[in-house]
C-alpha cells in the first residue's frame, strides 16, 4: 500500500483548496461565512430576503464579539471584581440589551442567525450586569451605586413623562417613533441599574411593561410586513417556473414547425441544442422552486415546516412539464430530418439525454420512459440505422453487464474501511440544530471528523471540467469532492469495450452515458478523508441558493427542511470537504494517484 508523500499531501492539500475557491464564487456570499475547522467561531450567513438583515446581523456579530473578552475576564477574575472596568460593564449592558432586542428582529426576518446570536447573548446578558452588581458591593462601587440611585430618583419623572409621551404614540400607531423613544431611554435604564442587584434596584416597571405591549404590536406588524416582502421573493422565484414553462411551449412550437429553434438572442439552434437549453432551463427553474420553498417556511407562511404544499406540488408540475417537452422535442424534432440525417441527429441527443437522466435522481425513470418511443420512432425512419443500433446494442450490453458487476464488487471490497457519512455523523453526535455551544465546540468537533475516512454517493460535478463534485444534500449534510480523479486509461478501456473510436460513436443511450458521466466525473460513490468541515443554516442553504449550485439536491426534488424536533430556523446543515481515495462509476473504480 502506498502512502502519501509530505509533498503529495501538501499538493493535494493545495489543490483542494483552489477547488474549494472556485465552489465559493458559485456559490457567492453563502460560503463566505459559517462556522468551521478554520474560522470556529465565525458568523452565521443570511439569506437576505429582508435586505436590512446583512448589515443587522454583521453588527450583531460584531458587538458580541466585542464584548466576549470583557466576560471571559470577569469569569477570570476570581472573585476579585474591584478591578474591573464597570464603565465598560454598564455601558455594555444596555448595549447587549439592545442587541439582544435586534436579535429578536432578525429572527423575524426569518434569518436562522437571529436564533444564533439571541443564543451567543445570553451569557452576555447574564453575566455582564452579574459583574456589575458585584462590583456595586465593592467600596468604589457602592459609591458609584448612592451615585446612581440619586440619578434614577431625579430622572424618574423624566422617564414616566416619557412613558406617557410613548403610550400616546403606541395608541396612535407610530410603531417606528414608539422604539425609538424607548430604546433609547432603555439602553440607559439598563445600563444605571445594572449596578445593583434586581432585588434592590429602583423599580421602572411600568416603562418596561409599557415596553413589552408595544414588542407584541411591532413584533406583529413586522411580521406582516416581512411576509410581504418575503411573498414577492416568492412570486420572482415562481416567475422563474412559469417562463420555464412558456419556453418549453415555445421550443416545442418552433421545433414542430422547422425543426429548430431560435432563442431569445437571434441564434438558430438545432433540436440537440435545444434540449440542452431545456434542461439547463429545467435546472434553473428548480433552484427557483427550491428558493421559493425555503423562503416560506422561513417566514412561517407554509403551515408545513418541511415544506410548502404549494410549491412542492408546482415542483411536480414542473418535473412533469420538463420530461414532456424534451419527450415532444425528440418526437416534433424527429419529423423535419430526412433518412440519413437520423444518425446524426440520434447521436446528438443522447449526450445531454444521458446527463439529465443522471441530474434526475428518483424521477430518471419517467424520463427515460417517456423519451424511449420517440427515439425508437426517430430510429426507425433510417431501417439501416436501427438495424446497426439493434446490432451495436447486442455486441455491447454483456459487456456493459459484465463491467458493472466487476465494478460493484471492487467497490464493496474497497469502501469497507470508509463508512457512509451520514453513519459517521450520527455515530458522532455532531449537533443537528445550531445552539450556542456550536462555536464552543467547533474545535473539538472537527477533531472527530478531520482526515476519518468515509464514503458518499453520487457525486455531481460542479461544472464540466471543474475541479469539485457535489454529493446531494441528505440526512443533514452534503459534501465537496476535491476533482479530477484520474479515469483516462479506464475510459480509453471503456471506448475498446464499446467498440468506440473516432470514425465509430457509440450508438446506444447506455454506451453514451458510460462514456459521458466518466470524462464529466460523475460517480456512483466515493471514498476518502474528511479535509474540512463547516456548518450552515439549512434555511439559508436553500433560500438562498444560486442557479450555479441546483445540483445539491438532484433534480426536481425538495428537501425536509425541519420538523417539531429540528424546527427550520434551527435546522443545521453540515458540509464535508472531501478528499477521494478512490470513486465508483457504473462500469470502473477510480483511484487517486497517490494511493
Known amino acids: 500500500m502506498r502512502t502519501d508523500s509530505p509533498q503529495r499531501r501538501r499538493h493535494n492539500v493545495h489543490i483542494f483548496f483552489a477547488a474549494f475557491a472556485v465552489f465559493v464564487f458559485c456559490l457567492g456570499s453563502v460560503a463566505t461565512a459559517n462556522p468551521s475547522d478554520r474560522k470556529p467561531v465565525a458568523a452565521l450567513d443570511v439569506h437576505g430576503t429582508i435586505p436590512q438583515a446583512n448589515a443587522l446581523a454583521e453588527r450583531l456579530y460584531s458587538l458580541f464579539n466585542a464584548a466576549e473578552p470583557l466576560r471571559l475576564e470577569g469569569h477570570a477574575s476570581g472573585g476579585d471584581y474591584s478591578k474591573l472596568p464597570i464603565g465598560e460593564l454598564m455601558r455594555g449592558t444596555g448595549e447587549i440589551w439592545k442587541a439582544h432586542r435586534d436579535a429578536v428582529h432578525l429572527k423575524l426576518m426569518g434569518e436562522p442567525a437571529g436564533y444564533e446570536i439571541e443564543q451567543r447573548l445570553a451569557d452576555q446578558r447574564k453575566d455582564y450586569p452579574g459583574f456589575a452588581w458585584r462590583y456595586g458591593q465593592t467600596p468604589d462601587g457602592q459609591k458609584i451605586k448612592a451615585k446612581m440611585e440619586i440619578k434614577l430618583q ?30 433609547k431611554e432603555g439602553i440607559q435604564l439598563k445600563q444605571d441599574l445594572s449596578i445593583f442587584h434586581p432585588n434592590d434596584a429602583p423599580k421602572f416597571d411600568f416603562f418596561f411593561n409599557l415596553l413589552a405591549e408595544g414588542d407584541a404590536q411591532i413584533a406583529r406588524a413586522r411580521s406582516t410586513e416581512y411576509a410581504l416582502i418575503a411573498e414577492k421573493a416568492v412570486a420572482k422565484n415562481l416567475g422563474t417556473a412559469n417562463a420555464f414553462d412558456a419556453f418549453a411551449s415555445d421550443v416545442v412550437s418552433q421545433l414542430s414547425q422547422s425543426g429548430t429553434f431560435r432563442s431569445t438572442d437571434g441564434k438558430t439552434a438545432d433540436a440537440v441544442a435545444a434540449i440542452s437549453k431545456i434542461i439547463r432551463g429545467w435546472e434553473n427553474a428548480c433552484a ?8 416560506r417556511v422561513a417566514f412561517g407562511i407554509s403551515a408545513d415546516q418541511s415544506g410548502d404544499a404549494e410549491i412542492i406540488a408546482r415542483m411536480q408540475s414542473l418535473n412533469d412539464r420538463a420530461i414532456t417537452t424534451i419527450a415532444s422535442s425528440i418526437a416534433e424534432a424527429s419529423k423535419h430530418v430526412s433518412g440519413d440525417q437520423v444518425p446524426t441527429l440520434y447521436r446528438g441527443l443522447l449526450a445531454p439525454l444521458s446527463i439529465a437522466l443522471r441530474r434526475s435522481g428518483p424521477g430518471a425513470v419517467k424520463l427515460s420512459n417517456a423519451c424511449a418511443e420517440p427515439l425508437s420512432n426517430l430510429a426507425a425512419r433510417n431501417p439501416v440505422f436501427a438495424k446497426q443500433l439493434d446490432s451495436y446494442r447486442m455486441a455491447t450490453q454483456e459487456t456493459l453487464r459484465w463491467r458493472e458487476s466487476f465494478a460493484t464488487k471492487h467497490a464493496k471490497h474497497i469502501s469497507s474501511g470508509y463508512p457512509s457519512s451520514a453513519t459517521f455523523l450520527t455515530n458522532s453526535k455532531v449537533p443537528s440544530v445550531l ?60 471506448k475498446v469495450s464499446l467498440l468506440v473510436k473516432d470514425e465509430s460513436p457509440p450508438l446506444t443511450l447506455e454506451a453514451v452515458d458510460a462514456i459521458t458521466s466518466g470524462n464529466r466525473q460523475e460517480f456512483l460513490s466515493v471514498g476518502g478523508v474528511i479535509r474540512n468541515v463547516s456548518l450552515e443554516p439549512l434555511l439559508v442553504r436553500f433560500a438562498a441558493l444560486p442557479n450555479s449550485a441546483s445540483m445539491v439536491v438532484p433534480l426536481g426534488t425538495i428537501p425536509s427542511l425541519g ?7 434551527k435546522a443545521a446543515c453540515w458540509r464535508l470537504d472531501i478528499q477521494p481515495h478512490w470513486a465508483q462509476h457504473r462500469y470502473f473504480v477510480a483511484k487517486a494517484s497517490a494511493n
Not at 431625579?154 to 430604546?183: C, H, V, W, Y
Not at 427557483?288 to 423562503?295: G, K, T, V
Not at 471528523?449 to 441528505?474: E, H, I, N
Not at 420538523?563 to 430556523?569: I, N
Open 154 to 183: 431625579r430622572a424618574m419623572p423624566k422617564i414616566q413623562k416619557l412613558a406617557e409621551r410613548a403610550a400616546q404614540t403606541l395608541a396612535a400607531g407610530n410603531l417606528d417613533a414608539f422604539e425609538s423613544m424607548m430604546e
Open 288 to 295: 427557483a422552486l427550491l428558493r421559493a420553498n425555503a423562503i
Open 435 to 494: 445552539n450556542p455551544w456550536i462555536n464552543r465546540y467547533m474545535p473539538t468537533t472537527a477533531s472527530q471528523l478531520l482526515l476519518k475516512k468515509v464514503s458518499d454517493q453520487a457525486v455531481t460535478p460542479l461544472s464540466a471540467g471543474g475541479r469539485l463534485g457535489v454529493v446531494a444534500f441528505q440526512d443533514q449534510h452534503y459534501s465537496l469532492i476535491a476533482l479530477p480523479l484520474p479515469v483516462d486509461e479506464q475510459i480509453d478501456a471503456l
Open 563 to 569: 420538523d417539531d424536533r429540528r424546527p427550520p430556523l
